[in-house]
């Protein structure tokens, strides 16, 4: 069956870096947009970064620009996140999920309506 399991997360200092996996089975992973959300306590869930099916694109909120990067290994079944200067706020269970549909060129993680198959999510604390 379809699955999208996340995992990576801890705990890490402001500054620090950490690298999520997304690891899916059920499904051929270059067909379809994966991308990561993260939802802090009390906030809603927000879109982290994504990645296009065949990996033709790579986007991500202007919060973790630069910091953050996104990339997928086919051959792995897995989608990683790299997360690089982390900042307190960077605080949330992150979650990876596919798109509904396959073949998508474009993403975007601000249209989180487009993923629809969800993984239990990771917790990433930042503080010191």
């Known amino acids: 069956q379809l699955q999208l399991v996340e995992s990576g997360g801890g705990l890490v200092q402001p500054g620090g870096s950490l690298r999520l996996s997304c690891a899916v089975s059920g499904f051929p992973l270059h067909l379809y947009a994966i991308g990561w959300f993260r939802q802090a306590p009390g906030k809603e869930r927000e879109g982290v970064s994504c990645v296009s099916s065949m990996g033709s694109m790579t986007n991500y909120a202007d919060s973790v620009k630069g910091r953050f990067t996104i990339s997928r290994d086919n051959a792995k079944n897995t989608v990683y996140l790299q997360m690089n200067s982390l900042k307190p706020e960077d605080t949330a269970i992150y979650y990876c999920?596919?798109?509904?549909?396959?073949?998508?060129?474009?993403?975007?993680?601000?249209?989180?309506?487009?993923?629809?198959?969800w993984g239990q999510g990771t917790q990433v604390t930042v503080s010191s």
């Open positions: 999920a596919r798109s509904q549909t396959a073949f998508l060129s474009t993403c975007d993680p601000a249209r989180m309506y487009e993923f629809t198959y």
